[in-house]
């Protein structure tokens, strides 16, 4: 099995701070990874799918890159709408979940 | 507008049985891959599993394989998650989502609780 390890699992960060999300596979997922915010109470929602493609309606300022078994979720400029927890996620071997982690505001 | 409403969640007994619904609208349910992905109160997202368009392939997490069944009613626009053997570890928000396969999880519902507690 495929395992996911994100990190830091909690992330404090000032409103227009530049933010990096770190998910790191066990072994090579061929770019097969999605990023998910979900805020408080609320449903997961798609950011980011296939490491670098934002999910229409999303804010340019969300943008994901990687490759094999290194990725990373960067948001450019913090805004206090971001406040939640992204999880990614691999589909490339079976499917996991990475553990999240939570932004907060400093 | 696309719209999964999930359904059939509350409080169960463990080794009990207990079937979701996701009732899916505003798009041709029968073309896309849908799937279920739970939450543990305070913990993170697991992914259950996933269906086809025409239910002949459906793929689950190795360790839910012989608890959970997953199954569609294109005519009727519904998804459902059948649950047998219910334990304690269980216990979760349930979520139903459009997508699966390599296309991932762009629409989801928003969750129902299912507790197992006697």
């Known amino acids: 099995d495929i395992q996911m390890t994100q990190s830091p699992s909690v992330l404090s960060a000032s409103v227009g701070d530049r933010v990096t999300l770190s998910c790191k596979a066990s072994?090579?997922?061929?770019?097969?990874l999605d990023w998910y915010q979900q805020k408080l109470g609320e449903a997961p929602k798609l950011l980011i799918y296939?490491?670098?493609n934002l999910q229409t309606g999303i804010p340019s300022r969300f943008s994901g890159s990687g490759s094999g078994t290194d990725y990373t979720l960067t948001i450019s400029s913090l805004q206090p709408e971001d406040v939640a927890t992204y999880f990614c996620f691999q589909y490339n071997s079976g499917w996991t979940f990475g553990g999240g982690t939570k932004l907060e505001l400093k | 507008e696309v719209k999964l409403v999930e359904s059939g969640g509350g409080l169960v007994q463990p080794g009990r049985s207990l079937k979701l619904s996701c009732a899916a609208s505003?798009?041709?349910?029968?073309?896309?891959?849908m799937g279920w992905v739970r939450q543990a109160p305070g913990k993170g997202l697991e992914w259950i599993g996933e269906?086809?368009?025409?239910?002949?392939?459906?793929n689950y997490t190795p360790s839910l394989k012989d608890k959970f069944t997953i199954s569609r009613d294109n005519a009727q626009n519904t998804l459902y998650l059948q649950m047998s053997k219910l334990g304690s570890e269980d216990t979760a928000i349930y979520y139903c989502a459009r997508g699966g396969y390599s296309a991932p999880f762009d629409y989801w519902g928003q969750g129902v609780m299912v507790t197992v507690s006697s």
């Open positions: 072994q090579n997922i061929n770019k097969n």
């Open positions: 505003g798009f041709s349910f029968n073309d896309y891959w």
């Open positions: 296939f490491t670098n």
């Open positions: 269906i086809n368009q025409d239910s002949s392939t459906i």
